[in-house]
């Protein structure tokens, strides 16, 4: 059976209160990834929508795909960086997300929020401003009676008259407080039981939060002239990736770290007050945590003010000032992730206000006022992401180029492996000796027959092997000590150069001696995009051929991927050695003992003839037909190599498929209700504060969100799949999820009770 991992990049975008209904959407991705674990052989209770989800699962399964769901790259800004914080550690631990449900629509109150000091019933309040603030909210044409509805008014007034009666020149809201609160949804969802983590052990995660330094972080620049130039750099990405552990409760980072990064993208100018990091010492004085890693993550994160010694004078404010729409840090990791199945990659961004407003949409003048409000906070936010998806669909239109060269090239390719060995190939008994002996003979052939185009191609192919091999030194160093891989890279390249291995063409044709070894013993990619092409053969081209049974293909497929996972175990090596750690950090003074450290630990070639035997016998058990098929493929990837490498723009160790992009919005959900973000959130009134200032508008928009989101999981799922699922199937899987959902949210969402109700209705109307 076919099988395939939809993995998911999650993007969060800023949006004030209607983070609340992005948290109901994230909490369906959570559900999906749940019912995905225990349908691949995890443990744990199902709640009713999960359910639902697993039998779409078994559905696919029955129609002869068996799909995996992954949500393993998340990325936020400003609110929205709240939810990827709390999603990724779900995701990682298998803690419960339940809690930040709790914090959300319990918490993110005014009331909730407000400091202690800026109340009004403190000396610092200004208590003559009472009869200014109810004129100013009731006279005809205020911002309260234009932006909420009339059954609100009153309760948004009086928070109103609250916050405007707060502290002079200062943000009313305690950033202390929103600290503990974090911390606090973080504590309960280590309280509450936990199952197995949602990605299979030793799978990346990879989580992105944007902050902005304030006073930025210097930076130099290196110039013809003048050769050095200062800059302040105010983006701060806050960054964590780790491998999914084995079992459950392991937390993504230290509790400070993850409530940092979710503090600083969320603080909203003049609201709360910016970030420091004497706030987060005074948070982990008050529960009592020992911070053991406060320098390193320092470090981390903003280098450049570690190295100036000012990190205690950093200050942070919301991340969407400059970056509401994090794409780029989440594209920037997809050449990190190493793909073991057919991979289906999605970047999915959630955006709850789809319809932007222009800056200025009246006739009137752009005034002083109007300018500076525009450019502080309209503007950053409604900065389009074409750029974004534009590099997203080069890279999807290089893999497809790449498909049709391979295609183009495969009658030739065939013939002259058929050439080479002739019937021999195809009578005798592919063994382990006999296969090794084959490949030898072919690479030989494929290099010699290359002529001058082998320069390009085994110069693309050392440059590439160094540069990752560079990386992966660096990795495996501590942090502290880690030596830069540029310099790194350069320096490997110095000393193979003295060692005469970039020597790579020869009068005869080919590689050096001295070149070839360098290839064996550390040529990783070369082995990884041989596999690669067997699988996608396997499961794009060889599937429709009536004449091989799918039985013979599964069989096939899995003895590729598990000679994946060998090589991908062999790159894992290095980074968790001990013994490996101090060689990696002195790379830069030992280039070649480091070098030589890493081939010990990697042991490619022993891991070729564990490939090979696998697939001795895996070939040996085949029919005939298929048998040839992977021999021609398998013994003629040197000629497709040397043909295509100089031309990609990775060395095709990572998933290097086509990537969709899907939007989940108030505007493409519209299974219960046609009308967009205005006639569903009302988080959006009070220019986006609004569930800031009720209760029932978060409860609203909470449960919109998990429709909404359950709405288009089973869009995704269901594109996943070659022929559409029936659109009976599609619509009672639909019904029948809105309905578990509403029940499942009646007991909770209390605040307006006719919502749940009213909403039952409208599914049974509009779905049956």
């Not at 749940?34 to 995890?42: D, I, L, T």
């Not at 909203?268 to 004497?278: C, H, K, T, V, W």
């Not at 009070?686 to 969100?705: H, K, M, P, T, V």
């Amino acid at each position: 059976m076919r099988q395939k991992e939809l993995r998911i990049a999650l993007v969060c975008y800023g949006g004030v209160s209607l983070a609340v209904y992005m948290h109901g959407v994230t909490k369906e991705l959570w559900k999906l990834a749940r019912a995905s674990r225990q349908f691949h052989g995890g443990a744990g209770e199902l709640t009713p929508s999960e359910a639902i989800y697993r039998e779409l699962l078994e559905t696919v399964q029955d129609k002869g795909l068996r799909l995996r769901v992954l949500p393993d790259i998340l990325a936020g800004a400003s609110a929205g960086g709240i939810n990827a914080v709390f999603l990724a550690q779900a995701i990682h631990s298998g803690q419960s997300l339940e809690p930040l449900t709790d914090l959300w629509l319990d918490h993110a109150d005014v009331e909730q929020l407000i400091d202690e000091e800026a109340r009004p019933w403190s000396r610092a309040t200004k208590f003559w401003a009472q009869p200014l603030v109810t004129w100013l909210f009731t006279r005809p044409g205020n911002a309260v009676s234009d932006s909420v509805a009339p059954e609100t008014r009153a309760e948004v007034r009086r928070k109103l008259s609250t916050l405007i009666r707060s502290r002079w020149f200062a943000p009313p809201f305690s950033g202390l407080g929103f600290s503990d609160l974090l911390a606090g949804a973080l504590v309960a969802m280590r309280g509450a039981p936990a199952g197995d983590p949602l990605l299979p052990p030793g799978h990346p995660l990879d989580l992105f939060v944007t902050a902005t330094d304030f006073h930025g972080a210097r930076q130099l620049l290196r110039l013809h002239s003048p050769p050095v130039v200062e800059e302040r750099e105010h983006r701060m990405p806050i960054g964590f990736h780790k491998r999914t552990p084995s079992g459950p409760g392991a937390a993504l980072a230290h509790p400070l770290e993850l409530v940092m990064a979710a503090r600083s993208t969320a603080s909203f100018p003049g609201a709360f007050p910016p970030l420091e990091i004497a706030e987060l010492d005074r948070l982990a004085a008050k529960r009592d945590w020992e911070w053991s890693g406060r320098d390193a993550f320092l470090r981390h994160i903003m280098p450049g003010h570690f190295a100036d010694r000012d990190v205690e004078k950093v200050t942070l404010i919301d991340g969407s000032v400059l970056v509401n729409k994090p794409f780029a840090e989440a594209m920037g990791v997809l050449d990190m992730r190493p793909a073991q199945r057919e991979v289906d990659r999605r970047f999915v961004y959630i955006d709850p206000h789809p319809k932007t407003v222009a800056i200025t949409d009246d006739n009137r003048t752009t005034g002083f006022f109007r300018t500076i409000l525009g450019s502080l906070s309209a503007i950053p936010r409604q900065q389009p992401i074409r750029d974004n998806l534009e590099a997203l669909q080069e890279q999807s239109r290089e893999a497809e180029r790449m498909r049709r060269i391979i295609a183009s090239l495969r009658p030739e390719v065939e013939g002259a492996v058929d050439r080479l060995f002739g019937r021999t190939l195809f009578l005798d008994r592919p063994t382990t000796k006999r296969l090794k002996a084959w490949r030898e003979k072919a690479q030989q052939v494929a290099a010699e027959g290359a002529g001058y185009a082998f320069v390009s191609y085994a110069e693309s192919k050392f440059a590439g092997i160094v540069d990752r091999l560079a990386e992966s030194i660096a990795a495996a160093a501590p942090e502290e000590e880690r030596p830069d891989v540029a310099a790194l890279s350069a320096r490997l390249r110095s000393a193979l150069a003295g060692a005469q291995v970039d020597r790579l063409a020869t009068d005869g044709g080919g590689a050096s001696v001295e070149a070839i070894e360098f290839f064996r013993s550390h040529d990783l990619g070369f082995r990884v995009r041989r596999l690669r092409l067997l699988a996608r053969r396997l499961a794009r081209d060889w599937e429709a051929d009536p004449e091989i049974s799918d039985e013979a293909l599964d069989t096939a497929r899995d003895a590729v991927y598990r000679m994946l996972s060998l090589y991908f175990e062999a790159e894992k090596r290095p980074a968790g050695d001990p013994y490996f750690a101090p060689l990696a950090a002195g790379a830069l003074e030992a280039p070649l003992a480091a070098l030589g450290a890493l081939a010990e630990r990697r042991r490619l070639k022993q891991c070729d003839e564990q490939v090979e035997e696998m697939l001795a016998t895996t070939l040996e058990e085949m029919p005939k037909n298929l048998r040839r098929r992977m021999l021609l493929t398998y013994l003629g990837f040197p000629f497709y190599d040397v043909a295509t490498l100089p031309l990609i723009k990775n060395e095709a160790l990572t998933e290097f498929e086509p990537v969709k992009v899907d939007r989940i919005s108030p505007e493409d959900a519209k299974s219960i209700r046609e009308g967009g973000t205005a006639e569903t959130l009302r988080g959006t009134e009070f220019f986006n504060f609004g569930a800031f200032f009720s209760r029932a508008y978060r409860e609203n928009d909470y449960l919109w969100g998990r429709l909404h989101g359950a709405d288009r999981m089973i869009d995704l799922v269901a594109s996943t799949m070659d022929h559409r699922l029936p659109d009976a199937a599609f619509h009672d899987f639909k019904r029948r999820m809105f309905m578990a959902i509403l029940a499942e949210e009646e007991p909770r969402l209390t605040a307006e009770l006719r919502l749940v109700p009213g909403l039952m209705h409208e599914v049974q109307v509009k779905l049956g």
